[in-house]
């Protein structure tokens, strides 16, 4: 019995806990990696080829993924979204090759829901928080805790599909 109760308590607490995205020095969102591929000799033009192929694959049509590629300084930029339940989270996705190695940052996370949009923040609101915040009407406490619930999971999802996105062009990229 007491396990239960315990076990309980954690998922509870878990499903509404304050959900941490990395950032930059900044304080603003950013998911980065710097990889070295198998072959460190390998150039930089022949990474970005590389890079651009999964690029294409990764963003199959065209209109979901703007992509620029500045050839001078073999940089790639991804401007695209996510869909995540009924609203869309838009990032920028930035690629840059060098001798064996590339660096892969994805900035600028941004929540739109229906045409409202908000910039996501390095951490999910707590119920005090948004009970701070609220105007007067909007202090039903349960409507607040949905409302946080919700936050968090949105957040868990954007934080699993950021990662998800750095995966795939990493395992692309130090397949041999």
């Not at 990696?33 to 970005?48: F, G, H, N």
């Not at 406490?141 to 946080?148: A, H, P, T």
């Not at 999802?157 to 062009?169: F, N, V, Y």
């Amino acid at each position: 019995m007491k396990y239960a109760l315990f076990f309980f308590l954690i998922v509870s607490f878990s499903s509404v806990a304050q959900v941490q995205l990395p950032t930059n020095e900044l304080g603003q969102v950013q998911y980065q990696e710097l990889v070295r591929v198998p072959d460190s000799k390998r150039p930089a033009r022949q990474l970005m080829e590389q890079v651009r192929a999964w690029a294409n694959q990764f963003y199959p049509q065209a209109s979901e993924a703007e992509q620029q590629f500045d050839q001078e300084h073999n940089i790639l930029f991804v401007r695209t979204f996510y869909e995540i339940g009924k609203q869309s989270v838009r990032y920028t996705l930035t690629i840059e090759t060098k001798f064996g190695r590339y660096r892969a940052t994805l900035t600028d996370l941004i929540v739109d829901d229906n045409g409202r949009t908000q910039p996501v923040r390095a951490t999910s609101s707590t119920v005090e928080e948004m009970a701070a915040a609220a105007d007067k009407s909007l202090k039903n406490r349960d409507l607040l805790e949905q409302i946080v619930a919700d936050q968090t999971s949105l957040y868990q999802q954007i934080d699993k599909s950021c990662r998800s996105t750095l995966a795939s062009l990493k395992k692309v990229m130090t397949t041999e």
